[in-house]
Structures are given as C-alpha cells and as structure tokens.
C-alpha cells in the first residue's frame, strides 16, 4: 500500500500561489499521483493526476520528481473559493485510498 | 449531463435500525464506489460495484452491503447500525474509458444513528 504524507494545514492568502507537497516513499512503478480537493459539505473533486515530470490542466499544476516519492500540487493566484481539503493519492487501483488530506485556508 | 446524485441528503436512524442509501451514477458510467467519512477523516472505501457484480471491498464487515442496477444506479445497505456508523457516505461513479483514479462523486448522505 502506498502510504501517503502530507501537511494538515496550511495558510495563505489570496492572490498568492500555494505549494503542497506530498510524500509516497513506497510508491509502486504503475501507481499514479492524484489529487483531490473536497469543499465542506461536498464530495471530493477530481483535481489532476500524474506519473512524472510536470502536468498541468486549467486548475492547478503537479510536480513530480524523478525518483517520484514525492509530488506537488501548485494553486497559482489562489482565492478564497479555493479554501478545502486537499487529497494526495499514491494508489495505484481505482479503489481510492485517501489520508487525511492538508486544510488549505486562504484569507483576503 | 447529470452528475452524481445521491438520496436522502440526511438520516436520522437508531442503533440496531437498518438504512439504505442511494445514489444514481453520472450518465455514461457502469463503475460505482462507496466510501464513508467520518467527521475529520478522509473518505474510506466502502466497496465497489462494476456492471453489476462487486469488484473490491475495503475494510468493512459483511453488515454493510450493496447492489448495483441494470441502469448502473446503487444502493448501500447498513444493518445493525452502530454509533460508530454515523458517517458522511459518499458514492462515486466512473467509466472504465477513463482514466481509473478519476471519480465522480455525489454530495453524500449524512447518516447520524442515535
């Protein structure tokens, strides 16, 4: 199993750009790094999904080194809309294992 | 395109009762998961339904069960509910011509046993 590690929290404000990173030290070759953001009350959202180098799509960018035990999800220019729970997800099966997630709080 | 709904919104059940939540899958996926959430948690994995026929189950006794529809819709069965059983239960429907870590989830059901 890939076991995950992230921050609990973090702050920021808006405007700024916000850097999470998560550690798979035990990431298997197949598995893919995935994110996902869940808002209070709602289910979790697809974010972005990687295997290596640099992915990038209209939300957010993901860093993923070579040795891949690491990744980062990178908000540019983040709002307070973008106030919710993160998941990093090292499984490498579509039976979804999250952790605990990082509680991003942006303030204006 | 509809998405992934999921009834009822919330549940007030007691301990020893039975419940049985819904969820309708996003048009277009035969896949359906259910996880729970417990308040602070990340979403643990319940099991999953593919074409009907279970396909993985996560670390959940046999109490809880589930089906899944020919329209690909599913229901999650609890009996002998617990304290402990009071969850938000998320479901989450994807295709197998996407990639295999996106899922779409519904809203949730709020279950809270007394």
């Known amino acids: 199993l890939a076991k995950t590690t992230q921050p609990i929290s973090m702050d920021s404000y808006e405007g700024q750009e916000v850097n999470i990173t998560c550690s798979h030290n035990?990431?298997?070759?197949?598995?893919?790094i995935t994110w996902y953001q869940q808002f209070p009350s709602q289910g979790p959202r697809f974010i972005i999904q990687g295997y290596k180098t640099k992915v990038t799509n209209e939300v957010a960018s993901l860093f993923i080194p070579a040795d891949r035990k690491s990744s980062t999800l990178s908000l540019p220019r983040v709002s307070l809309s973008d106030t919710a729970v993160y998941y990093c997800l090292g499984r490498g099966t579509d039976k979804l294992i999250f952790g605990t997630g990082t509680r991003l709080q942006v303030f204006p | 395109e509809t998405g992934v709904t999921q009834s009822p919104t919330h549940l007030i059940k007691t301990r020893g009762q039975q419940v049985t939540l819904r969820c309708s899958s996003q048009s277009g996926h035969n896949t359906v998961s259910w996880y729970q959430q417990a308040l602070g948690q990340g979403p643990q994995f319940i099991f999953q339904y593919y074409r009907e026929e279970e396909n993985g189950r996560g670390n959940f006794p046999p109490r809880f069960s589930g089906l899944q529809f020919p329209n690909y819709s599913s229901e999650l069965n609890v009996n002998a509910l617990e304290l402990d059983d009071s969850a938000l239960y998320l479901c989450?429907?994807?295709?197998?011509?996407?990639?295999?870590?996106?899922?779409?989830f519904g809203p949730g059901t709020r279950l809270t046993v007394t």
């Open positions: 035990n990431i298997a070759t197949n598995d893919y």
């Open positions: 989450a429907s994807s295709s197998d011509r996407d990639l295999p870590y996106e899922q779409y």
